[in-house]
């Protein structure tokens, strides 16, 4: 029924009643139907196409402010209750039949000063004070995907824009973060390298399993200070 909603589990007992019989006896039926309170789904859906053509677009998009800001679109998993853990997201893009399949583009507005920022950060842990954020390469049936880390170029005259790998800043007494970069192992094959290259894609300095090897077009400065 549309209009039928529970939060709690509630059990339906089936009666006829004593008007509708010429016994004058109501006849209750067994056994009783007992309803379970089971979350709900929801599905937002594109239209369906036939033959040729191409399948419906869902947009979801916010309020225009003609004057001030626009609106802001929150998509989030309600929180757990007290023995449970709260819902995931999951952004994923269907399988494709012929070629490759659907890509998942996050990208911010042009700004007249400064473009907007994408951050995507690990949730906050207690026990232990951990928070993981993996990014993943696609599996392929020989090769493995690829993960790239790489800023738009310049369009102008001006500097493209660089990359910081830093680790996270302690308060107080505490130990800053660490920054570690690692190869890939293997179970029976060729381990993998370290690779830094400069902009022209060639290699300068190749940490491997049994070597490290340290290339220049010019001069190579090793500077400590106490």
Do not use: C, W
């Not at 026990?127 to 880390?149: F, Q, R």
């Amino acid at each position: 029924l549309p209009d039928y909603q529970i939060t709690v589990p509630e059990t339906i007992t089936a009666v006829i009643p004593v008007g509708t019989l010429t016994s004058n006896q109501s006849i209750v039926g067994s056994p009783s139907i007992r309803i379970q309170a089971m979350p709900g789904h929801a599905i937002i859906s594109g239209g369906y196409a036939s033959a040729q053509g191409t399948g419906g677009l869902v947009s979801l998009v916010s309020g225009q402010g003609t004057i001030t800001s626009t609106g802001t679109i929150v998509i989030k998993s309600v929180d757990s209750g007290n023995a449970g853990v709260s819902g995931k997201l999951e952004f994923k893009t269907g399988t494709s039949s012929v070629g490759s399949s659907g890509g998942i583009t996050l990208g911010v507005g042009q700004g007249t000063t400064n473009g907007g920022r994408i951050y995507v950060s690990a949730g906050i842990g207690e026990s232990p004070a951990l928070a993981y954020l993996d990014l993943g390469a696609g599996i392929s049936l020989e090769s493995a995907g690829s993960v790239n880390m790489k800023p738009q170029g310049s369009s102008s005259a001006t500097t493209a824009s660089g990359i910081t790998v830093q680790g996270g800043e302690a308060t107080q007494t505490g130990t800053g973060g660490s920054v570690t970069f690692k190869a890939g192992a293997s179970s029976s094959g060729t381990k993998g390298s370290l690779l830094f290259q400069d902009g022209a894609g060639t290699n300068r300095l190749t940490v491997s399993e049994t070597e490290t090897v340290v290339t220049s077009g010019g001069t190579i400065d090793l500077s400590s200070t106490s």
